[in-house]
DNA sequence: CAATCATTCAATTGTTTTATTGAATAGATA
DNA sequence: TATCTATTCAATAAAACAATTGAATGATTG
């Protein structure tokens, strides 16, 4: 076998390791849940309902291709993602999957049905209507997602705590409830909640990962060669 | 199981058939190589050095996540991507295994010490001096993977014509080469020949989908929200 | 109409991966 | 020091996968 063939097998089978690490759906979904912020085990094993030695496997072959880190914090070891532009990776491979796969595409429509009139808000509309102070941004997940990252102009209310803080939503404006993203369901809740208690609100498909390529690509604005 | 439980499991399952495509070193050469242009089985087969079976075999799975599509040609069944925005989401990867995975670092600067000092030219850098004149811009690629797509301003010298048209080279421009990207060595070598004929000539390591993806990075100039 | 050719299919092999257990580790707490 | 607790490790069994081989398909060519 040739030098160049060694070589590119090699290589090859290095960027093999990161697919590897995509091609677990269960590991799919770690990668998503860390992007919101940094988690314990078994954190991470009660969000997903896998068993505890499961996430730990799992979270060791993310380690072992670098996509994930971790250190102790007392009793519990707290994983993250290694680098934000994991995070952006995934966001690409969401992208790819809406693109090509009609599954997908139906799945998310199925569940939209269930949530009735759900039409989620665009990105762009909303960002429009907060800047004329229309709409209030609200971010319904727990607390320390929002602490790690949220999107600008945002008010944290975790779900749980949502029916507390009611009154201190103001009455005048309309909701825009948002959460991790396109394939967390927090933010649909909020708003059939919200709807329920005749506050008028709408859900925001993005969350902030989503966001923030949104406003890369609408705001780079180099000189042009 | 929870309604939202079994439509999570449901959701990353499918996500995972796109990650189950980038898990094999092999599929992953195949992905490349179609983003360059189409390509019929036994030519994937040659140029990979797999079976055919084991090429068509890998085709189906592709084709399966619908990342790639074929159609008949005469006697010939040509596959290509199904879309271009596969051809991005794979430099996507490139990136994040380089940035993420030392061993692809190291295996990227071992094999330029065999090719003497082939430190490549920045994409930016190179741009600029094509725009005043200053270097000639050289495609050695198949002359259909040319006629797919190539950066603006390259001719096309395939790399067994290159000995062939060495005197139609302009003599007092500095020749810059490319190729497939950054895993191809068709540049290395051609620039390791013009320089044993005397030719000033470097290496772009960027193919056409990075250089799209960086055209695309500095002229976005949509208005700011 | 037979022969040829590129490709796919089917069956087999050996290898890898998954989820599940239960035991081991190593900090923190009492 | 003994006891928790969270996590990891190790061993297992079931499932999925990759590569190989040879046969089957199906269109084109002589």
Redesign the interface.
Known sequence: ?SM??I????????????????????R??LLDLLSQGPKSVDQLAKIT?MSVANVSQHLQTLHE???VRSHKQGNFVIYGL??L??AD?MV??????E??????QK??S??LLNHVSMEPIAL?EL??RM?RGEVVLLDVRPKDEYATGHIPGAISIPMEELEKHLASLPADKEIVAYCRGP?C?MSAQAVEYLKSKGIKASRLEEGVHEWKRF?D?????????
């Open positions: 076998m160049e063939r070589w590119k097998d090699q290589l090859y089978q290095e960027f093999a390791r990161i697919g590897k690490c995509l091609s677990s759906p269960k799919l979904e309902g291709s670098r996509l290694a680098e532009s994991v990776f690409s491979l969401h992208r790819l999957g693109k090509q796969l009609v599954e997908v799945l998310k199925d569940i762009e960002l429009e800047h394939y369901l406003v690509s609408t705001t780079s604005n180099k000189e042009i060669i």
